[in-house]
């Protein structure tokens, strides 16, 4: 039997990696039915923490202490033992198993005959939480919010009583996120307790009890949340204030760099997955893509970007038809593209920094003459993108792979943008960022939007789609519901596109 967690602390933790000093002396606690919430920029040292905690990366230096006593995590089945489990922000389910299956995999010697007993327990916890899933349903069919939830079940089923869940909104619906906040709030308040990483700050105010706050590696702060305000965190996260971007400047948009007309595509499950989209973006026009995500959002970033097939209707970039070109060629006719799926799509993780940085361009001139790479001009040209993107890595030789999340954003966003496309496509693009690199990012769009580009911003934020949208188009399951300029839009007209309803929202 697991025991029960009643207090735990990090004394003294410290962490190296070639280069890099991940964590460096750092002491957290948490008592049973404590949030502590952990703060900090990209690549401070968050997720190392909790790999640490969770027995995946031994620390150099420093000791865990359980209930008072010291104890040695060596592997996350000697962490699950002692009570404690893991949500990573890659869910490591089975698609073509049940949510039973995937529950009990890796525990059981003989699945058949556990099935019983297992939905039975799983649906106890259901209910002990309010955790709404049915243990019979097929991973593959569950979204993104659903699969979340498995990977909660899974942690609860295995006795843990501190969970750590890390950026766990970062890939949420907002109605997703509210419901995994009550979720935690019910857990919290039966005793568990929970440490999460986030870089939404408004969550961490409403769902946290204590803050611990890292910068490059230390703790700078550790603040009870009711004693502290979002500006506060902010602040000490960045080491100075904040202020949003703001668009600027008459709209004035040029000619139409891509537009898509009545455009029809199947998704995964092989449903239709748009349905007659047309739309048009201009030169020097941001134009937003607001929905719940899940109603042909990515497919619609996909086929534009050649990586979907059209069942139906035409694309056209710069002025020639793009419908049947292969993703190489698109990106020869200028488009630039920021997927949702950053580590799969956007980069190749065991390449290099500088790599990645070139890896669409890495055949012409400036980097490469008569087939030979051009050491020199690259190797100049990435570190200063690295220093403008301040992307945080010990050297340009460094794998990608071993960025933090928020890093390896970073040089797809480094790269897309200085290849001065002619349209881009930026599908959710500041999932994961902290909030300066947030900020950065949109003064980039804003700066591209000045400089001709035509942007598609897919995202869920509405405040952001309406600080930087010139017109926002409402996608709803697979069609535009309707397309309105920035000075119409308001979060009532849009949520109500967004549910589909057209007549009120006017
Ligand atoms: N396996 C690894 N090998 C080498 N360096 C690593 C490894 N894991 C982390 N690092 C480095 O340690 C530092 C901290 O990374 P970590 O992932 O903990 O940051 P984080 O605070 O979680 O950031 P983010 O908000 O971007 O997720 C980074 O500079 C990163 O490059
Ligand atoms: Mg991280």
Redesign the pocket.
């Known amino acids: 039997m697991v025991k029960k967690i009643e207090h735990l602390e990090m004394v003294g933790i410290t962490k190296r ?2 280069g ?1 000093l ?1 964590n460096n002396n750092v002491n957290i606690q948490i008592k049973t039915g404590e949030v502590l919430a952990i703060l ?10 909790m790999n640490i905690l969770y027995g995946l990366y031994k620390p150099d230096a420093g000791k865990i202490l359980l209930n008072g006593k010291q104890v040695s995590i060596n592997s996350p089945k000697e962490a699950i033992a002692l009570g404690i489990g893991m949500v990573h922000q890659h869910f490591m389910l089975v698609p073509t198993l049940t949510v039973c299956e995937n529950v009990i995999l890796g525990l059981s010697k003989s699945f058949i005959v556990d099935i019983k007993t297992a939905t039975q327990r799983i649906r106890e916890i259901t209910d002990t939480y309010g955790l709404a899933i049915n243990p019979d349903a097929y991973v593959w069919q569950l979204s993104v919010g659903e699969q979340q939830r498995v990977e909660i079940i899974k942690a609860l089923y295995r006795g843990a009583n501190l969970l750590i869940l890390d ?1 766990p909104t970062a890939v949420l619906t907002p109605q997703e996120s509210k419901e995994l906040i009550q979720l935690l709030r019910n857990m919290s308040a039966q005793g568990n307790s929970i440490i999460i ?1 986030s ?1 939404k700050l408004h969550e961490v105010m409403s769902l946290s009890d204590r803050v611990t706050v ?1 910068r490059d ?1 230390e703790v700078c702060a550790d603040v009870c949340t009711r004693e502290t305000s979002q500006d506060a965190l902010a602040q000490l996260m960045v080491g100075r204030e904040m202020a949003p971007c703001q668009r600027e400047g008459t709209f004035s948009p040029g000619k139409a760099v891509l537009e898509l007309q009545e455009v029809y595509s199947q998704g995964d499950k092989g449903t239709e997955a748009l349905t007659g989209v047309s739309l048009t973006i201009r030169e020097g026009e941001i134009l937003g893509i607001a929905g719940v995500s899940g109603n042909g959002q990515k497919e619609l970033a996909e086929v534009i970007a050649g990586l979907r097939k059209l069942s139906k209707g035409k694309i056209s970039l710069n002025g020639k038809e793009s419908t049947k070109m292969s993703p190489a060629n698109i990106i020869e006719q200028g488009l630039g593209y920021i997927p949702e799926d950053r580590l799969r799509v956007g980069t190749i993780p065991s390449f290099s920094i500088w790599e990645n940085l070139i890896l669409k361009d890495h055949h012409q001139r400036p980097f490469a003459k008569h087939l030979l790479l051009q050491n020199r001009v690259i190797m100049s040209h990435s570190s200063s993108l690295v220093e403008k993107y301040g992307i ?2 010990p050297t340009l030789e ?1 794998p990608t792979s ?6 390896i954003q970073r040089v797809i966003l480094a790269r897309e943008i200085t290849r001065s496309p002619v349209a881009l496509v930026a599908a959710y693009p500041t999932r ?1 960022l ?1 909030i300066g690199a947030t900020e950065y990012l949109h003064s980039k769009l804003l700066e591209a939007r000045s400089n001709g580009i035509g942007v598609l911003l897919i995202s869920e934020d509405l405040e952001e789609l309406m600080s930087l949208c010139d017109n926002i188009a409402v996608l709803y399951e697979g069609r535009v519901m309707k397309v309105i300029p920035v000075e119409e839009a308001n979060e009532r007209v849009l949520g109500l596109l967004m549910a589909g309803i057209a007549e009120q929202a006017s």
Do not use: Q
């Open positions: 990696f070639p890099v991940s900090g920029e990209n690549g401070a040292g968050k997720t190392t923490l950026e990483i870089h890292l590696g945080k890595t460094t071993s960025l933090s999340g928020g890093n994961g902290d």
